[in-house]
């Protein structure tokens, strides 16, 4: 099978806008010199041809198969590369669509499987109605189930969520992008001088705040309007074995998470969202999550009543209600001293800066030792936030004040128990449990983890986490066994019982 006929014209368009902006200074500068321009023009044209004669024998030499138990690709223009991808490993089967895209009436479909950190397929690109049957088709092989044959696990869908306007307004408002702000710095050191020679009577001081204001409240709006570009007309399914989404206004997307491959799920609520009582859910898969973060987490729920994530979350993952544990008080005293020292520094640079410049701020030097107030309190909230569980089946973990996440793991998916304890945590005996999933990026803060608990409880509760896996693991093999035999009877059409 082939890739769609239109693929070579949105291939080269989009082939040819990337290095648009080199030809466009190329056609300019040699423009202004007699002779030139013209060449300049036959060079972009050959370049725009050269581009599109690539892309036609690219598409004519990419197919593509769906075989009973591979799907195989066939792609290359000076080598040959052959792939096959057995489905048992296919993890997610997504497809997108920008606006041009769906004015052509082709989509993008990629294919990931599991442990990779990057997408395995990628078809660029196929028809609508071809995207939707690969998704269908490969569904089916990966259920075992062969063409013509009777599934004995009749696919049936049932709507988990879907956003409202008021959830979507809501979301553009508490889910803001704070990584956009970063540009504020970059931008500030060009900004303010060109305002200070504009305006000579303001100075760097007086400039600054309404220039970062600005910059700000433009960051925050973008972030906004993103957030809400994103998830337009999100909906949730539930389908046999997996879940299904789909999502976008300007560019949109629609995909499987498939409920075995499932590492574990996040609950996450920021300040502001905590306040008005919202919440999201995420969906951690080992490998890449596609038109997600570019790691293994998908969003489930973008935003909803916490009450109404908490509920989807235990349809996922039937965790139950669970009692959070907090860590000693002695880690409350920990992240006070912590943030003292953060308090003198700053103080420290303000004093150098005022005595070995000829900066005057507008505000007296020591003015940072105020924050010392709020210590206390910034110390309790950390700590107050901080908590573990050990469920029936579930490893779950709640840390974050800004931004509170509370991670649910099945003690099955356990890949790696970590247990540290810095220089800092030994001098008041805390330590630190790593609970390390196949859907984790290396160990760090996307891990569920029991942060600074007592040294003596964190080898404990390792020990029993390593007991608990176990036992989990036999209980899950052998549930899997009795699903494949149920399976091969069906096929069969006879009983375990006759077996």
Do not use: C
């Amino acid at each position: 099978m082939k890739l769609h006929p239109l693929s070579v014209v949105y291939r080269t368009g989009t082939a040819v806008a990337r290095f648009a902006w080199v030809l466009v200074i190329g056609v300019f500068s040699t423009s202004q010199l007699d002779g030139l321009g013209a060449g300049a023009f036959a060079l972009l044209a050959v370049a725009v041809l050269a581009v599109f004669a690539y892309q036609v024998v690219y598409v004519r030499r990419f197919d593509y198969e769906l075989t009973p138990g591979t799907f195989d690709l066939r792609s290359g223009v000076v080598s040959r590369r052959t792939r096959e991808i057995p489905y048992r490993r296919v993890q997610n089967v997504d497809v997108s669509r920008n606006v041009l895209q769906r004015a052509f009436g082709i989509a993008e479909l990629r294919i990931e499987t599991a442990g990779g950190g990057e997408t395995e397929a990628q078809l660029r690109y196929v028809s609508d109605d071809e995207a939707d049957r690969i998704q269908r088709e490969i569904g089916r092989l990966k259920r075992g189930v062969s063409e013509g044959e009777t599934d004995p696990e009749p696919e049936t869908t049932d709507e988990l969520f879907a956003i409202t306007a008021r959830e979507l307004l809501l979301l553009g408002v508490v889910r803001v992008d704070l990584r956009l702000l970063s540009f504020v710095t970059v931008l500030l050191p060009i900004v303010i001088p060109s305002v200070s020679e504009t305006f000579p009577l303001l100075d760097l001081y007086r400039a600054a705040p309404v220039v970062l204001g600005g910059l700000v409240a433009v960051a925050l709006v973008v972030s906004s309007v993103t957030a809400v570009a994103n998830y337009y007309g999100f909906e949730l399914h539930r389908g046999t074995d997996e879940l299904r989404y789909q999502r976008g206004l300007l560019q949109e997307y629609s995909g499987t998470i498939p409920l075995d491959k499932v590492q574990s799920v996040s609950v996450t609520e920021n300040a502001l969202a905590r306040r008005l009582g919202y919440a999201s859910l995420e969906v951690e898969t080992a490998g890449y999550a596609p038109g997600g973060n570019g790691e293994g987490s998908q969003s489930a729920v973008p935003l909803a009543r916490r009450e109404r994530v908490f509920d989807l979350a235990r349809s996922v993952e039937h965790f139950g209600e669970v009692s959070f544990q907090r860590p000693p008080r002695r880690a409350r005293t920990r992240y006070a001293v912590r943030y003292s020292l953060v308090v003198a520094f700053l103080t420290a640079v303000s004093v150098a800066v005022v005595r070995f410049t000829a900066i005057s701020p507008p505000i007296p030097a020591l003015s940072p030792l105020a924050l010392l107030v709020v210590v206390p309190v910034a110390a309790h909230l950390k700590w107050a936030n901080l908590g573990y569980a050990l469920a029936e089946d579930h490893f779950v973990a709640r840390e974050g004040f800004w931004t509170r996440t509370t991670r649910v793991v099945p003690y099955y998916r356990v890949q790696t128990l970590v247990e540290s304890a810095t220089a800092f945590q030994r001098r008041r005996d805390l330590a630190t449990l790593v609970v390390d999933t196949a859907g984790s990026q290396g160990f760090g803060a996307n891990d569920a983890r029991a942060l600074d608990i007592d040294a003596d409880r964190a080898n404990e509760l390792r020990r029993e986490l390593e007991g608990r896996f176990q036992s989990a693991l036999a209980e899950t093999r052998a549930a899997n066994e009795g699903r494949r035999r149920r399976r091969r009877s069906s096929a069969r059409g006879s009983t375990p019982a006759d077996d």
